[in-house]
Nanobody
């Protein structure tokens, strides 16, 4: 069974923190680039952060210095630590996995709401 399952979303006040998790199954995890995307109401889905199988990370400018992506290959899990959250971070956050040969998987998403 191939799937990605996100968890850890919720409601938090501005300035607070959340840690999202994405558990992968049915794939050879360490061969995939993992990513987090988000989509706010009325907006296009945007890339938030990525982590390659070798541990190289990248971030959207809007979250640099506040968010950290990490992965635990032994647990087939990728995380997104979100600090100093802002209302603008409110969105559905999706986990994504891409292989070297461009196969792609998506999780169902988890809602993150940041109140003022």
């Amino acid at each position: 069974q191939v799937q990605l399952v996100e968890s850890g979303g919720g409601l938090v006040q501005s300035g607070g923190s959340l840690r999202l998790s994405c558990a992968a199954s049915g794939i050879i995890f360490n061969r995939y680039t993992m990513g987090w995307y988000r989509q706010a109401p009325g907006k296009q889905r945007e890339l938030v952060a990525t982590s390659t199988s070798g541990g190289t990370t990248s971030y959207a400018d809007s979250v640099k210095g506040r968010f950290t992506i990490s992965r635990d290959n032994a647990k087939n899990t990728v995380y997104l630590q979100m600090n100093s959250l802002k209302p603008e971070d409110t969105a559905v956050y999706y986990c994504n996995a891409k292989s070297l040969f461009n196969s792609e998987l998506w999780g169902q998403g988890t809602q993150v709401t940041v109140s003022s």
